[in-house]
């Protein structure tokens, strides 16, 4: 008779669960892998390329487009360097005109012409509406 015996090391039990796992994981990083692809399934996808083909004339598009707002931008500020320096002509032409007339005013008033009212600012609470029904 032949005796039957029992597997009662845990260490070949832990070893045997170790390899299968590492097995497992093996087994599914070369699936996942894809190894044996054919060429027909390498080959690009119609859809692909179509799509490849329009993000290169987006881009391009995108390019002309941007060209186009920054020459318009470099338009936009030679406009508005030579309106600020128009505006700042009128200011000191005004503050010179200003200062003329603040050296004229008392001489005007000494003389005996009619001089316009002071401006008063009246500060005035907001208005508020109330309403009870």
Not at 43 to 69: F, G, N, T
Not at 76 to 102: C, D, F, G, P, T
Request: net charge positive.
């Amino acid at each position: 008779m032949v005796a039957v015996g029992s597997m009662t090391s845990h260490v070949a039990r832990l070893y045997a669960l170790a390899a299968g796992v590492l097995v497992f994981f093996v087994t599914w990083a070369g699936v996942a892998a894809h190894p044996w692809q054919t060429r027909a399934a390498t080959a690009q996808d119609p859809r692909l390329a179509a799509l490849q083909v329009r993000e290169q004339r987006l881009r391009a598009e995108s390019l002309a487009v941007k060209r186009i707002v920054d020459r318009r931008w470099a338009v936009y500020r030679a406009h508005l360097a030579l309106r600020r320096h128009e505006i700042a002509a009128i200011n000191a032409v005004n503050a010179k005109a200003r200062a003329s007339s603040l050296v004229s005013a008392p001489a005007a008033a000494s003389s005996g012409g009619a001089a316009a009212p002071p401006v008063r600012v009246v500060t005035l609470p907001p208005l508020t509406i109330t309403r009870t029904s």
